[in-house]
């Protein structure tokens, strides 16, 4: 891989991710603050991304494989998805924000596949080459953070939650423009027939085949689930409590996350496929646990630890679990693949996190308009500890390559 493709590939990394962390952190926040919304409703909104991600298979399994380059589909979603984030953000009730964030994230889901797509065809070792392109993601991320806290767009009191919508409406406007520039991604079968299975998405399902795949993909899907709670309540929770800019302090996740993809190949090698999982989905317990214990005095160093976390939370396994399936896919599948891992993770798994985190949330609110955030915290731990223990005794780590949907 050239320099040329190599900056132009990081830096469409950087704007997805600058782009969803700009409004998507904060959202609770934003909806607890701008509309007085209550758990479930928050929980609702963010139920948005799991039918983003199950619709996501569909979109790129069979348009992005076959019909058009893979960089124009994705330069069209984030132009259209750039409109859709700046009326969102100006919406005056809850009920006129919801169907504009709803059709965004039909559109924005996709992406993330697409943008996995896209960097994988221009590259011949994924587990060296790939880190250090997505680690510009994490960058991404943490900058919108840092940017939202510094202007003070992550308060309640502030009346400038909506602000964040208009960012990341910009930037999703410039990534689209700039996507016509990105390497050319052509689909990988186009002229074939097209059979039924093709067309509801089933060829990627092959994979189910090998066992040891089908044990991650039961474990991404059961693992999203205590995901959701902190996808969804995190900001809200760090800002009842007392901490101080809550955005920035969340973007030390991605921090943390941003040093972990620079060892990752490295690591990789050493531990293999399972004890990366492995490592990763036992992270989510104790964050839950510190979660669960902390608070703003003498336990602040809990919630900071709780957040850091996160790098080996998301690299350890979604990473590792990207690498892990474009390795089993085989050349002609790679796309619809990788969207249906985001199904598995952000589709089916959060959309269960999100179904019963916003009533567990109700349910644990105080008279006083506080929640009982312990209680709370420790529902996703329980389940996360069930997933680790049925995953390290049923997962059996096969490092060979295995193009299984070829066969």
């Known amino acids: 891989m050239n320099t040329s493709i190599r ?3 990081s ?46 298979p569909f979109i790129i399994g069979i348009i992005a494989d076959r019909y058009f380059p893979a960089q124009r589909i994705f330069a069209v979603l984030h132009i259209v998805g750039a409109l859709l984030l700046w009326f969102a953000g100006q919406s005056p009730t809850f009920e006129g924000f919801f169907p504009l964030i709803l059709v965004y994230m ?25 880190p250090p392109i997505r680690i510009l993601g994490t960058a ?36 689209g423009l700039f996507s016509f520039s990105l390497p050319n991604t052509p689909p990988m079968k186009k002229g074939e027939k ?49 901490v101080a800019a809550p955005t920035a302090i969340q973007s030390l996740g991605q921090v943390s996350e941003f040093l972990f993809l620079l060892v990752m190949p490295f690591l990789f090698v050493r531990f293999g496929v399972k004890k990366m999982l492995a490592f990763g989905m036992f992270a989510w317990v104790l964050r839950y646990v510190f979660f669960a214990y902390g608070n703003a005095d003498a336990g602040y160093w809990m919630l900071i630890g709780g957040v850091v976390l996160h790098g080996i939370c998301y690299d350890f396994f979604f990473v590792t679990g990207q690498i892990y399936t474009d390795n089993l896919a085989g050349d002609r599948f790679k796309s619809a693949a990788q969207g249906m891992i ?8 959060m959309l269960i996190g999100s179904l019963i985190s916003g009533p567990i949330v109700d349910n644990y609110l105080n008279s006083d308009g506080t929640h009982n955030w312990q209680s709370i915290w420790l529902i996703p731990a329980a389940i996360a500890g069930v997933v680790i223990l049925l995953f390290i005794v049923f997962f059996r780590d096969r490092n060979q390559k295995q193009a299984i949907l070829e066969s």
């Open 194 to 242: 097209i059979s039924i299975g093709e067309i509801l998405g089933l060829d990627a399902l092959r994979l189910l085949k090998n066992r040891s795949y089908l044990i991650f993909f039961i474990s991404s899907v059961a693992i999203c689930i205590p995901l959701a709670f902190y996808y969804n309540f995190t900001n809200a929770f760090l800002s009842e409590v007392g």
């Open 106 to 130: 039909i559109l924005f889901m996709p992406t993330l596949a697409l943008a996995n797509s896209i960097a994988f065809r221009q590259m011949t070792n994924t587990e060296k080459e790939f």
């Open 11 to 56: 830096f469409m990394m950087f704007l997805e991710f600058f782009i969803w962390g700009a409004w998507f952190v904060t959202l609770g926040t934003f909806l607890f603050g701008i509309y007085n919304a209550t758990g479930t409703q928050v929980a609702t909104a963010f139920l948005t991304q799991s039918f983003g991600a199950i619709l996501a």
């Open 342 to 349: 985001t199904l598995a993770t952000y589709g089916v798994g």
């Open 7 to 9: 900056l132009k590939l």
């Open 140 to 175: 991404g991320w943490i900058i919108a953070g840092l940017l939202i806290s510094y202007l003070a767009w992550d308060s309640q009191d502030s009346g400038q939650l909506g602000n964040t919508f208009k960012m990341a409406a910009i930037a999703s406007m410039i990534l």
